[in-house]
């Protein structure tokens, strides 16, 4: 379940901040990368919708769940998962930050 986690900051770095960081920013307890509380919403979000598709799929492989009741829609995801939790965090934490600036 990592690869949301990488979509984020995949996104953050290249589509978002085009690759230009501020290093100084960077160890500022107020500067541009300070998020609320210490935490980026958006970053949380996008980490829960990218996660979220794959715990149903994932609860009916292991067997909490039956396999009939998830359905085989969410089933064939859990398969894909590395590759949807990527894809669905990285378009959210586009859609989420890139409407803010």
């Known amino acids: 379940m990592i690869l949301p986690i990488e979509g984020i900051l ?25 998020y609320h ?3 980026n919403p958006s970053a949380i979000i996008a980490l829960l919708l990218g996660v979220a598709l794959s715990v149903p799929g994932f609860l009916g492989t292991v067997k909490i769940i039956e396999h009939a009741s998830v ?6 995801i859990y398969s894909y998962a590395w590759f ?11 859609a989420l930050t890139i409407k803010k600036k």
């Open 10 to 34: 995949i996104c953050d770095y290249f589509v978002v901040r085009h690759t230009r960081l501020q290093l100084i920013d960077l160890y500022k307890t107020q500067g541009q990368y300070t």
């Open 84 to 94: 949807v939790g990527f894809i669905v965090a990285f378009v959210v934490y586009a």
């Open 71 to 76: 359905g085989s829609f969410l089933m064939n």
């Open 37 to 39: 509380n210490g935490f």
